[in-house]
């Protein structure tokens, strides 16, 4: 089966933490030491008595109140159909919600509260963690908390033992980030649309400001790798001038168009490309963009919006043919938007009721369900996740084969998927960055 490369949303996370344009600060780290021998304390786990869970989430941030709700919403939704159905051996899943305001000092405020609780109410396991600064994740390895499914905005899910990120991991995890601080992606999005697609020259467009022209050069990076002829693109943050942008990547003629800007620009740039007539296969936009709000956000640009492909590691949320993403969607239609982070968040939460059933009879503690997670091998969340795997790999590997989920915008259809995302497969190179 095909396995996970390490580092796999190097790509999606990086675009996202450009929602803040660099303003987020590195969280505080513990030594390698005091996570070791801390406290490893399991909540109770009497027959009849809830099994707590925490969701960290920045609800509230600098980068908008809806950003990072979708996990959140989607795993609330699959523990709602688990206590509907008589919850795991008969015990209700309680879920509890931290907000930590998109801070390091409210992350940790969060992690505090959730995994040291009061009264004996401390949760067994975080879940579909989104947090933009997730300052207390050298403290929840230390408590050896698993956290299961989270979304790697950052680099602790390829840091610290304990935590298990959505995309799974081949990191030695040992409080350094990757191997000797560096991170490794693979290649496989600009493979497919280079073979698919017959795309050659490819537009990176990007701000003048440090997160994003950053972003930018592991982009072209990963485009000159794959022989793309690429075409740089750099506006100015203050006052852009999208139109001259769109103006150049047509005239050197773009197959297609990558970024490294906030929602805003992106609409912007769309609306731009419609304007000069910019015609592209493809303006690739990552999971965090892959919503339903596609009509909305590029209102302005018919021709661009329905150019938009978007490139992930689970199964299109809009893609109703398959039996799981139905049961997603019949548990959510009481969302007004659907997205993939809801999508991913619903697998998060399936991942950790898989495995407490897999402790319910010796008992759902910490160490059990980490168990669990630690020898998860090709997890597939009922087919939603390209299948994912956490290995300690000494040194990290040149080539890789991955897999990816690929689908077009199509005005009336909405998210059309192009292929299956487990035969959409390529053996790819691996190459360093730093977070």
């Not at 980068?63 to 523990?79: I, K, L, Q, W």
């Not at 299961?148 to 033992?161: H, L």
């Not at 910019?278 to 596609?294: D, G, L, R, S, Y």
Request: with cysteine.
């Amino acid at each position: 089966m095909p396995r996970r490369r390490p580092g796999r949303a190097a790509e999606a996370a990086a675009a996202v933490l450009l929602l803040l344009l660099g303003s987020t600060a590195c969280g505080s780290r513990l030594p390698e030491s005091d996570f070791e021998h801390g406290d490893t304390r399991t909540p109770a786990a009497s027959t009849g008595t809830p099994i707590r869970v925490g969701i960290i989430t920045s609800a509230t941030s600098p980068v908008g109140g809806d950003t990072f709700t979708g996990p959140r919403d989607g795993a609330e939704a699959y523990f709602d159909r688990v206590n509907a159905r008589g919850g795991i051996a008969g015990r209700r899943v309680e879920v509890r919600l931290c907000d930590d305001g998109g801070s390091g000092v409210g992350n940790n405020e969060c992690v505090h509260k959730l995994i040291d609780g009061a009264d004996g109410d401390a949760v067994v396991a975080l879940v579909a963690t989104t947090a933009l600064d997730y300052a207390g994740a050298s403290r929840v390895s230390h408590a050896r908390v698993p956290d299961i499914g989270g979304q790697p905005i950052g680099a602790a899910y390829d840091t610290w033992p304990h935590l298990y990120g959505i995309y799974g991991s081949l990191a030695p995890r040992a409080g350094t980030p990757g191997w000797g601080g560096k991170l490794y992606g693979g290649t496989e999005v600009y493979r497919y649309f280079k073979r698919e697609q017959g795309a050659r020259t490819a537009a990176v467009v990007s701000y003048n400001q440090a997160a994003s022209a950053a972003y930018a050069r592991l982009v072209e990076q990963g485009l000159k790798a794959e022989g793309y002829k690429v075409v740089p693109e750099q506006v100015d943050f203050a006052l852009p001038n999208f139109r001259a942008a769109a103006a150049d990547l047509k005239q050197q003629g773009a197959d297609l168009v990558f970024d490294a800007l906030d929602t805003h620009g992106n609409a912007q740039l769309c609306a731009a490309m419609d304007q000069v007539g910019a015609h592209v296969v493809a303006k690739v936009t990552n999971v965090q963009n892959w919503t339903t709000t596609v009509p909305e956000d590029y209102k302005n640009s018919p021709r661009c919006r329905n150019a938009l492909w978007a490139t992930g590691s689970s199964r299109d949320f809009d893609d109703v043919s398959q039996p799981a993403v139905r049961e997603f969607r019949e548990a959510t239609k009481g969302l007004k938007t659907h997205s993939q982070w809801q999508l991913e968040g619903w697998a998060a939460a399936m991942w950790f009721t898989d495995a407490a059933k897999g402790c319910a009879k010796t008992g759902v503690t910490r160490a059990c369900v980490d168990g669990f997670m630690n020898r998860s091998e090709h997890y597939t969340a009922d087919g939603l996740l390209v299948p994912v795997s956490f290995e300690r790999l000494a040194a990290p590997p040149r080539t890789r084969r991955t897999c990816l989920s690929v689908a077009r915008w199509q005005d009336g259809k909405g998210w059309v998927p192009q292929g299956d995302m487990n035969s959409t497969c390529f053996e790819v190179p691996q190459l360093p960055y730093s977070p």
